[in-house]
């Protein structure tokens, strides 16, 4: 009995994995960070939309799953779709290379230091590149996923017509 109950408590250690690693990675691991950064700010400004950077990595679980969970949900990816310019910043604490350790650190700078609140967290930038919210995505879970109106009325708070007081 004690080995059925180790047997299935690996397989499901097992399965829990494989979870985890058939998510798509959505992180670009080879862009200078600032470069994508600049690049949305540039889209959003044309389009009057504020820049939504999710920082975070292909090696963070827990961005994986934020990433799968707003495209699987139409509501909230046409929030998104009408109001932001989405981008998956990636930061890995473990660069080995000096110059992406020191672009990542710009990055970080530039973003207001959001890694105190741990991966993946959400920098929304405004037309201008100047941060208006950093946003703590552990507010934003439930369970090992996250809630989806916590989510929505994260990014309804953070439009642009929002934060100018327009709507909400």
Same mark, same amino acid.
């Given at each position: #009995?004690?080995?059925?109950?180790? $047997? ?9 994995? %494989?979870? %985890?690693? &058939? ?47 707003? &495209?699987? /949900? ?7 779709? /009408? ?6 910043? *990636?930061?890995?604490?473990?660069? &080995?290379?000096?110059? #992406? ?5 710009? #990055? #970080?700078?530039?973003?207001? *230091? ?6 993946? $967290? =959400? $920098?929304?930038? /405004? ?7 950093? %946003? ?31 709507? =909400?």
């Amino acid at each position: #009995m004690k080995k059925i109950i180790i $047997v299935s408590a690996l397989l499901m250690a097992a399965l829990n994995i %494989q979870a %985890q690693t &058939t998510l798509p990675k959505v992180y670009n691991e080879e862009i200078n960070p600032n470069k994508q950064i600049n690049n949305a700010l540039q889209k959003a400004n044309g389009e009057d939309k504020f820049v939504v950077c999710q920082v975070g990595g292909n090696w963070c679980p827990w961005c994986l799953r934020f990433a799968d969970f707003i &495209t699987n /949900d139409s509501i909230i990816s046409k929030v998104i779709e /009408d109001n932001f310019i989405y981008i998956h910043v *990636n930061y890995n604490p473990r660069q &080995t290379s000096e110059e #992406m350790n020191a672009q990542q650190a710009a #990055m #970080m700078k530039r973003l207001g *230091n959001p890694g105190r609140f741990g991966y993946p $967290v =959400f $920098v929304i930038l /405004d037309g201008e590149g100047r941060v208006v919210h950093i %946003q703590d995505s552990s507010f934003l879970e439930e369970g090992k996923g996250y809630n989806r109106e916590k989510v929505l009325r994260f990014f309804r708070s953070w439009t642009p017509a929002a934060v100018r007081g327009k709507e =909400f």
